[in-house]
């Protein structure tokens, strides 16, 4: 059974950083059984949006326009460990963020779709403060 552990989040002020990890573990082979991993985030009161993707096995990444220049996800192989890099942290960046996976399909049919996604970790609390 896949499993996925966010580590990482904490309260920052506006104009820093943070770097999320998520590390996979349950799968037969590496990393690249899972085809595509995402960052989400949802803020109280808001929906889920999607905000960052990896295909694992060629290393395309996909970003939403509100995080494009800022963030950058990015996968250990070695670690079987995604990440998430946050620069210049904004207060709307407060949200609860969370790691998802899937095997079943790659990134290029849309990665920001929640359904596509088989395994969720628990989710990590970053908080920004303006």
């Known amino acids: 059974r896949v499993q996925l552990v966010e580590s990482g989040g904490g309260s920052v002020q506006a104009g820093g950083s943070l770097r999320l990890s998520c590390a996979t573990s349950?799968?037969?082979?590496?990393?690249?059984?899972?085809?595509?991993m995402a960052w989400f985030r949802q803020a109280p009161g808001k929906e889920r949006e999607g905000v960052a993707a990896?295909?694992?096995?060629?290393?395309?990444?996909y970003y939403a326009d509100s995080v494009k220049g800022r963030f950058t996800v990015s996968q250990d192989n070695a670690k079987n460990t995604l990440y998430l890099q946050m620069d210049s942290l904004k207060a709307e960046d407060t949200a609860m963020y969370y790691c998802a996976a899937t095997a079943r399909t790659y990134c290029t049919g849309g990665p920001f779709q929640g359904p596509l996604y088989d395994y969720w970790g628990q989710g990590t609390q970053v908080t920004v403060s303006s």
């Open positions: 349950g799968y037969t082979y590496s990393i690249y059984s899972l085809y595509c």
């Open positions: 990896i295909g694992t096995g060629v290393g395309s990444t």
